[in-house]
């Protein structure tokens, strides 16, 4: 009962994982561009630090997921 629980729930995460990274912008300038600008790289940046934000967020559910779906069955 819990491990479909988990499934369920890492299959929904997986979902969201996938969504927000599709809806955050391409950087086209790469790491260099951001080094030169003299730009803090823990700045805020608007509505693209909270995707990034919600990104990390879910990527890190996803993997403790991960790992009690394996620990579990």
């Known amino acids: 009962m819990i ?3 988990f499934i369920i729930l890492f299959a929904l995460v997986a979902v ?10 391409p ?3 790469g790491l260099t561009a951001s080094m030169a600008s003299g730009g803090s790289l823990l700045g805020g940046r ?3 630090g909270g995707l990034v ?7 890190g559910l996803f993997m403790l997921l991960a790992l009690l779906i394996g620990v579990i069955s």
């Open 16 to 25: 969201g994982l996938v969504f927000f990274v599709l809806l955050q912008t």
């Open 3 to 5: 491990l479909t629980l």
């Open 46 to 48: 608007g509505v693209e």
């Open 53 to 59: 934000r919600i990104t990390s967020v879910l990527g």
């Open 27 to 29: 950087k086209q300038a």
